[in-house]
Each structure stands twice: as C-alpha cells, then as structure tokens.
C-alpha cells in the first residue's frame, strides 16, 4: 500500500511538474506596426501598385519626349478632367454602358434559359456543349459585319454581339457549378422535400455560385471589350457615340492625350467593376458562405 502511494505521489509530481514549469509562459502578442498593417490591408497594395505604375508612365513618357506618341500621366489626366468638365466623357460613358448593360441583361436571360434546358434534360446538356464548343471560340467582333445587315445600323446590332459575347461564358461555366454541385447537397435538398423552385434557389445556386460569379466577369470583360471594339472599328450608329467612339474621333484629330483620357475612362470603369462591384458580391455572397477563404 506504502509502495503504492508512493507510486501515486510520485505520479502526481510528474504531472504536476510540466505545468509549473510552464506556467510562467504567456503567449507574446504584439501589435503589428503600422507598416504591416498596411501592407496587410489589398486595398492599400493595389492603391501602391497603381501609383507605381502611373509613376512608370509619367517617367517613360518624359524620356520618349514624344507627345504624339506616348503622352506623360499628368497630361492624360488633364485631358480627363478637361473632358469630364465640357461633358464629352460623361456623354460618352452613359451612352456606352447603357448599351453594355442592354447586351449584359439579354445575355445573362438566354444564359439562364440554356443552362435551365441543361440542367434538366440530357438533350439540352449536349445541345449546350455542342453550342459552346461551335460560338464560344468565335469573337464577337466578327459577328458585326453580319449583325449590321441582319438588324442594321444602330443598337440592336451591338446588342447582338454582345449577347454573343456574353451567354456561352456565363452559360458554360453555370452549368459546370451545377455539374460539379456536391450529391451531398443534392441529397440535402432532397430530404427537405424542397420544392423544384425551392431546390434550384436553396441549394443550386448557391452551391454552384463561385463557378457562376466566374461566368459573370469572364462574361462582363468580353462584352466590355466587344462593345469598345465596335465602337472603335464601325463607329457611331443612331446619330451618337460613346467611348470607343471618343477615342477614334480623338485619334483622327491627332489628340492624343484625348484618345489616352478615353483609354484612362475604361481601365478606370474596369477597375471600379472588377474591385467594387464584383468584389461586393463575393463578399457578400461566396465568402461569407465559407466558399473561399
């Protein structure tokens, strides 16, 4: 009984040892200078990179000393307020992206429509593919020429190379989301008994949200740049322009830092759509759902 007691105590101070040689730890929490925090904070890098890279402009166009070729940063930016100020950006904006967002919503119904007839039929899965791997591949800027005598001139020939731009990408990578949807998911939703609308609301799409937010940007670049593209190459229709527009009338007058300005618009629509509102919705969405970290 003695040898087992003594067994004990000994136990007990083994035991009792680790945690009084470690009782005086504690965990060392620092906070982080204020060049961490910022270097931490997306926001502030991209800010930085950008800077960088106007600085890289400004300095490359001062060394070429050729205005006519390459204008410097501060000139372009002079030109931009100019233009922001006697209304001819504004102008030109407005009535570019009105047309961007009639090709974008078409696009983004015969999107939903297609992938809809995918989902639930094996006929329309392979008429899908079979569509995507024939129009996908094809640009959109070579559909005008035939848009242009099918619809003639003005918006509805625009509207139609930019549904083209638009449904394949959407529509192709929605179906793969839906495709590559979790059965567990699946099974989820069907053990709820949740309704046919309520199975492709509850459970469909968000499941298969981070594939079709994919399809939204890949389908809202190529429609961006189809839209500048057809206004660079065909020009005006229906009496007025927009920014693909301003930038070829700027060219023929040899205003280069106009046509630089027109360029500085759509990088700085670009940025704003890719950083604020698609960046909004995966906040929002695909994030907060512990979809992506």
Not at 124 to 153: Q, R, V
Not at 181 to 203: E, F, H, K, W
């Amino acid at each position: 009984m003695s040898e087992d007691r003594a067994f004990y105590a000994v136990r007990a101070e083994i035991l009792h040892t680790p945690a009084a040689e470690t009782s005086g730890f504690a965990v060392a929490a620092q906070p982080l200078g204020l060049a961490a925090r910022l270097y931490g904070n997306g926001t502030v890098r991209k800010s930085m990179l950008l800077v960088l890279l106007a600085a890289a402009w400004e300095i490359y166009a001062r060394a070429l000393g050729n205005p006519l070729l390459f204008p410097t940063f501060t000139a372009t930016v002079g030109a931009l307020l100019s233009g922001i100020a006697d209304g001819e950006i504004p102008t030109a904006g407005f009535y570019t992206l009105s047309l961007l967002l009639k090709g974008y919503v078409a696009g983004l119904f015969f999107a939903a429509v297609l992938t809809a007839f995918a989902s639930v039929s094996r006929i329309g899965a392979d008429l899908l593919e079979t569509l995507t791997a024939m129009f996908n591949p094809l640009p959109s800027i070579a559909l005008l020429p035939l848009a242009l005598i099918w619809f003639g001139l003005g918006d509805n020939s625009v509207v139609f190379v930019l549904v083209h731009a638009v449904l394949w990408a959407v529509a192709l990578n929605t179906f793969a989301g839906f495709r590559a949807l979790s059965p567990t998911l699946r099974m989820v939703g069907q053990n709820y008994g949740l309704s046919s609308a309520g199975y492709i609301v509850r459970i469909l799409i968000p499941g298969a949200f981070p594939s079709i937010l994919t399809g939204l940007k890949v389908g809202w670049a190529f429609a961006w740049r189809t839209l500048i593209a057809a206004e660079l190459v065909f020009g005006v229709s229906s009496g007025s322009g927009g920014l693909g527009w301003y930038i070829f009338e700027n060219k023929n007058q040899l205003r280069i830092p106009e046509v630089f300005a027109g360029l500085l618009t759509v990088i700085i629509f670009g940025l704003f759509v890719e950083n604020v509102i698609f960046r909004t919705i995966e906040q929002r969405t695909v994030k907060r759902w512990g979809m992506q970290t």
